[in-house]
Structure formats: structure tokens, C-alpha cells
């Protein structure tokens, strides 16, 4: 379980730039061929970009929903292990565990839920 957890945190972190990146340059080169042309024009074009930016955003904001769900599942699982231990430390060392990842886990999501904010509001 602690291998999914790291594994999808990692996953959502390091792929969120990269969709973020690749939505968004290729929403600009394609509409910016057909934005070529008098003012009335640019402006569709505009709202266009604009659509393709809100297509990402919304995805990237699934992906740290998911995230997020994932997490506090992993907490209530490792807390239930760790509740039915019934002494045994190596079930109270794996519910501990569980409990733990999946909190680097949040908190990994959440850093990288602030850097692409960031992101976005500086480009």
C-alpha cells in the first residue's frame, strides 16, 4: 500500500508541470496560426486559449482531488490497522507506516498543488 501511495504522489507531483507545460504551449501554437488576421479575431482566439488553459487546470485539479481521496483513504486503512494491531508490533509498525506515507504522500500533493498555482499565476 505504502508503494502505491509514494508511487501515485510522485506521480501527480512530477506529471502536473508537465501536463500544465504541454497544455498550454500547445493551446498557444495551435490557436495562434489561426489568430493571425484583424482584431475581432484575436479576441475569439483569446477566449479560445483561455478555454484550453481552464481544460488543464480542471484536470490538474481532478488529479489533486485524487490525490487527496487516496491520502485520507491510506490514513483511515493505516489507523485501522493500527487499531486492530491487538499488540502485535509488527501490525502496529505497519499501520504506523501505512499512517505515515500516506501523509508525505498529502503533503507531497499539496506542494506540488502550490507550485503549479504558482506557476500558472507567474506565466
Known amino acids: 500500500m505504502k508503494n502505491i501511495l509514494l508511487v501515485f504522489g510522485l506521480m501527480v507531483g512530477l506529471l502536473s508541470p508537465v501536463l500544465l507545460a504541454s497544455g498550454t504551449v500547445g493551446a498557444v501554437n495551435v490557436f495562434e496560426e489561426g489568430c493571425k488576421g484583424d482584431a475581432s479575431s484575436s479576441a475569439v482566439c483569446k477566449g ?70 504558482f506557476v500558472i499565476g507567474r506565466f
Do not use: H, P, Q, W
Open 48 to 117: 479560445k486559449n483561455e478555454d484550453g488553459d481552464k481544460l488543464v487546470k480542471n484536470i490538474i485539479d481532478l488529479l489533486f482531488y485524487a490525490a487527496g481521496v487516496v491520502a485520507v483513504i491510506a490514513i483511515i486503512y493505516g489507523g485501522i490497522k493500527f487499531i486492530v494491531a491487538d499488540g502485535d508490533a509488527s501490525k502496529i509498525k505497519g499501520g504506523r507506516d501505512t499512517i505515515m506515507y500516506a501523509v508525505v504522500g498529502l503533503v507531497v500533493a499539496i506542494m506540488a498543488y502550490s507550485i503549479v498555482g
